[in-house]
């Protein structure tokens, strides 16, 4: 079955950084794409980048473009997503999940989510 684990998060002083990872089984790697999610309290869940395995294609939220960075290493099955400059706003609870295309990523397969707090 898919799994998806989601590790890495944590406090941080504005300015800083953070490396999330999701680790993917349970499925052929190379066929899916993997992309990240995030939710604030009272605030609707929203996408932040996806990767395509296959190709490597990649897409970024206009939010976060410039200071995030998405990246597969497919011999490990995993995908990371590198955070710098991080913002009070960039508080989160961030999801990674997987389907077969960036433009299915919201229908697809959710981890349990790590949290991630940038302190001003």
């Known amino acids: 079955e898919v799994q998806l684990v989601e590790s890495g998060g944590g406090l941080v002083q504005a300015g800083g950084s953070l490396r999330l990872s999701c680790a993917a089984s349970?499925?052929?790697?190379?066929?899916?794409?993997i992309g990240w999610f995030r939710q604030a309290p009272g605030k609707e869940r929203e996408g932040v980048s996806c990767?395509?395995?296959?190709?490597?294609?990649?897409y970024y939220a206009d939010s976060v473009k410039g200071r995030f960075t998405i990246s597969s290493d497919n011999a490990k099955n995993t995908v990371y997503l590198y955070m710098n400059s991080l913002k009070p706003e960039d508080t989160a609870v961030y999801y990674c999940?997987?389907?077969?295309?960036?433009?299915?990523?919201?229908?697809?397969?959710w981890g349990q989510g790590t949290q991630v707090t940038v302190s001003s």
């Open positions: 999940a997987a389907a077969r295309g960036c433009s299915k990523i919201g229908v697809g397969h």
């Open positions: 349970g499925f052929t790697f190379d066929d899916y794409a």
């Open positions: 990767i395509s395995s296959s190709d490597g294609s990649t």
